[in-house]
């Protein structure tokens, strides 16, 4: 399956060795064979079993404070995702719209397979037990609210900020959390940046560094 035209306001960022960093967005889709080693949380949802204890922490300190967050979403197969995205393509397609019209619709409502942070497995939709809805008003809620405050503290960062839709390629999304590790989450909380200005920013920082080591070998 081919779309004409992606969207060009996505950086592309490949060359990451670091499996929490790993970037996935409409231009760094996974293979079709990605897939991490999973583990399952209580509700049978499944995570990247590398991260899943920080998830759990998190979640039950949370729990701790009195609050009640639930869990809605987390790893999806890029196979599961193709399914969900081929049915999607099909509506569109009984609507009358053309095969490359339809793909363009479906990308609206589910995300190109492989370029779901959900196919990657570290990344977890958390609500309130009290208004289970994604939608912007989950940011008023308890439990996100914690969340927001305390997730870098776990290693995970609000993966779609309010306002970075131009860079992300996706709306503000107050409950989806990503895993990137302790200190990349602390950096990127407290700068406000998204994943895709963070890796950028060391990215040029470790290019400038390897120059200036270049220039004084050259001295
Ligand atoms: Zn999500």
Not at 91 to 119: C, F, I, W
Not at 138 to 148: M, Y
Not at 164 to 178: D, L
Request: with cysteine; aromatic share 10%; net charge neutral.
């Amino acid at each position: 399956m081919k779309i004409s035209e992606p969207p060009k306001f996505i950086p592309s960022i490949n060359n990451n060795e670091d499996w929490m960093l790993t970037l996935v967005n409409y231009n760094n889709p996974l293979p079709d064979t990605y897939k991490p080693v999973l583990k399952s949380l209580s509700n049978g949802l499944q995570f990247d079993a590398r991260a899943i204890d920080q998830l759990i922490l998190m979640l039950s300190d949370a729990r701790a404070q009195g609050l009640s967050p639930v869990v809605c979403s987390a790893y999806r197969s890029v196979e599961y995702q193709q399914k969900l995205f081929n049915n999607q393509v099909k509506k569109q397609m009984a609507k009358g719209l053309d095969r490359q019209q339809a793909e363009l619709e479906a990308q609206k409502v589910v995300a190109y397979p492989g370029t779901s942070e959900h196919n990657l497995g570290l990344a977890a939709d958390i609500v309130s037990l009290s208004y289970q809805h994604l939608d912007q008003a989950q940011a008023n809620t308890a439990e996100v609210k914690w969340l927001t405050r305390h997730c870098s503290e776990y290693g995970f960062i609000l993966r779609y900020p309010e306002g970075k839709r131009n860079i992300t390629g996706v709306i503000y999304e107050p409950w989806h959390f990503r895993y990137v590790g302790i200190d990349a989450a602390k950096e990127i909380m407290e700068s406000g940046q998204c994943l895709e200005e963070y890796l950028e920013f060391k990215e040029s920082a470790l290019a400038k560094t390897s120059s200036t080591t270049a220039a004084k070998v050259i001295r």
